[in-house]
């Protein structure tokens, strides 16, 4: 079973930095390491959008709106990805979602809140 288990979001204030996890389950099913994998984000009333992607190779990619802030970077013995987000913006306010693209695999979410 691939499961995806996000945590470390919160509320900070603007300019603040957070770095959100995700830990993929220990399974026969699938090999974390060759996986790409994505962090998408939800804000209020907007549609779910893709932030960052690593892929199984480490090359990452980013939407226009985090270039320069944010930093998607995975640690495969941990079977975990990270999203460090630095010089945070009210705008981005949003639940957080770690996805694994084969699959279609997603979390449950972390809720960031970033106060003006």
């Known amino acids: 079973q691939v499961r995806l288990v996000e945590s470390g979001g919160g509320l900070v204030q603007a300019g603040g930095s957070l770095r959100l996890s995700c830990v993929g389950s220990?399974?026969?099913?699938?090999?974390?390491?060759?996986?790409?994998m994505d962090w998408f984000r939800q804000a209020p009333g907007k549609q779910r959008e893709l932030v960052a992607t690593?892929?199984?190779?480490?090359?990452?990619n980013y939407a226009d709106s985090v270039k320069g802030r944010f930093t998607i970077s995975r640690d495969n013995a941990k079977r975990t990805v990270y999203l460090q987000m630095n010089s945070l913006k009210p705008e981005d306010t949003a639940v957080y979602y770690c996805?694994?693209?084969?699959?279609?695999?997603w979390g449950k979410g972390t809720t960031v809140t970033v106060s003006a």
């Open positions: 690593i892929t199984s190779g480490g090359s990452t």
């Open positions: 220990r399974s026969t099913l699938w090999t974390f390491s060759t996986n790409d």
């Open positions: 996805h694994r693209t084969v699959g279609d695999y």
